[in-house]
């Protein structure tokens, strides 16, 4: 498909460009990147008004497929991705089977490859079945096409095989994405440690439960020289260690969720199930410092953890429901309303950290805007206002504490090797 996009404001934070550009896409790739272009018998797109982006990229997302489609499949969740503004999406492997082989891996590329509108890469899993005990075959995940590999949501409690894991990933130049959390502090937990669990009389998940696996992690890191990504990170103290271990140089990065920097627990609304996930939401210190972290790099990219829950199993009691939220939809709205809106960072900043960076932290070679390159594109507007209707989302679960909220901006169309596989409707 050949595509004329017109008038639109060009970021591409790898290049520095940033300004008034029309880009030119032919079969899949872009052809040209210019102040202007006229080309007939093509299609165009008028984005005036609109950012032209490299395509977003998602690295933490729950796609359920295999053995949990009832609640999310590939291409329910690849749809969703798209409506977000993602051209790409990394999927943990806390499927059924657990993603622990080549098998698996091979079945989550295959099936992408048919009914995925965007591009999906597998995450393995780091041990067998993601009990903790036996290293899975990561090698063989990796020449399936596996991006990284996680135990995700099951941490690798012993440090001895997490060692092992890293300087096997090592060798293979894969990060390694850990769920930062130790269950003997956190078993048992519903939201976080404070005041307002107190006051719901809810079970709580500490703070350290967190820091102290990221405080491993990076000792792990340094001993080995194997890049570690923390997942979700959601504390301050978290944070604070992640910035040092930057500045002695280790191969350490960290992603932020849109939930985690902009509600606390104290926007928890009664027993309201949809506001449990895990991690919890923290305090409003944790957010500032979070922001914080986003500005100055700390913090490297934005990824949802996108959870998907059917309402029945969702719609329980806090305390037996699972944890976990819908987020690919409104993680762009989140962010443009709480960093740019919010004068934190300037448009480039915000695009690197759902693209160059995002993409860098797997090594993957998205999330760049360039003549010669893909043709996987993110339009979006800073103005346009919407509200989030969760009986309108295009995956199969509802799990959202942002129903009804109204945004100031989100994506306009998504572009994947040059094809329109999503855009806004009219009316929002």
């Known amino acids: ?35 202007a272009i006229d080309k007939a018998d093509v299609e165009t797109l008028d984005a005036a008004g609109l950012i032209v982006a490299p395509g977003f990229v998602d690295i933490h997302v729950h796609l359920r497929e295999p053995g949990i489609e009832h609640a999310e499949t590939i291409e329910s969740g690849s749809k969703a991705a798209a409506a977000g503004g993602f051209t790409a999406v990394c999927c943990m492997p ?45 090698g063989a995940m990796r020449n399936e096409g596996a991006a990284a590999i996680s135990d995700d949501g099951i941490p690798v409690m012993n440090s001895g095989i997490m060692r092992r894991a890293m300087k096997y990933a090592a060798s293979f130049g894969m990060t390694v994405i850990d769920h930062c959390e130790d269950l003997n502090l956190s078993s048992g937990g519903d939201i976080h440690e404070g005041v307002q669990c107190a006051r719901l009389g809810l079970r709580g998940i500490s703070a350290s439960s967190e820091e102290v696996m990221v405080a491993r992690d990076i000792i792990l890191a340094a001993e080995t020289g194997a890049h570690v990504h923390v997942a979700h990170i959601s504390t301050k103290n978290s944070i604070a260690m992640v910035r040092q271990a930057k500045k002695l140089g280790l191969p350490v990065t960290a992603e932020v969720t849109p939930h985690h920097f902009t509600i606390t627990d104290e926007h928890i609304r009664g027993y309201d199930s949809n506001y449990k996930m895990k991690p919890p939401l923290r305090t ?7 922001l914080e972290g986003l500005v100055d790099g700390t913090i490297d990219c934005i990824a949802t953890d996108h959870a998907p829950h059917t309402g029945n199993t969702k719609m329980q009691e806090f305390e037996r429901c699972p944890f976990g939220i819908t987020g690919l939809e409104t993680a762009l709205g989140l962010a443009l309303e709480k960093l740019y809106h919010g004068g934190l ?14 993409a860098d932290c797997l090594g993957l070679r998205r999330g760049r805007l360039f003549a010669g390159g893909p043709a996987d594109l993110t339009l979006f507007s800073t103005e346009r206002e919407w509200t ?17 909220c109204r945004f100031r901006g989100g994506p306009a169309a998504t572009i994947v090797n040059g094809r329109v596989v999503w855009s806004a409707p009219d009316s929002a």
């Open 388 to 404: 989030y209707d969760v009986n309108a989302t295009l995956s199969k679960s509802k799990n959202s504490p942002f129903h009804g």
């Open 345 to 358: 960072v300037d448009l480039t900043h915000l695009v690197r950290l759902f693209t160059t960076d995002a």
């Open 1 to 35: 498909m050949n595509l004329l996009i017109k008038n639109g404001r060009a970021i591409d934070p790898q290049t520095k460009l940033d300004g008034r550009r029309d880009v030119l896409i032919e079969g899949g790739k872009i052809a040209a990147v210019e102040p």
């Open 94 to 138: 806390n499927t059924i089977p657990v993603n622990d082989s080549a098998q698996v891996t091979s079945f989550i590329v295959e099936r992408a490859r048919r009914y995925a509108p965007v591009h999906v890469h597998p995450i393995g899993a780091v041990t067998k079945g993601s009990k903790g005990e036996q290293l899975a075959d990561i």
């Open 284 to 290: 409003p210190e944790d957010i500032e410092a979070a």
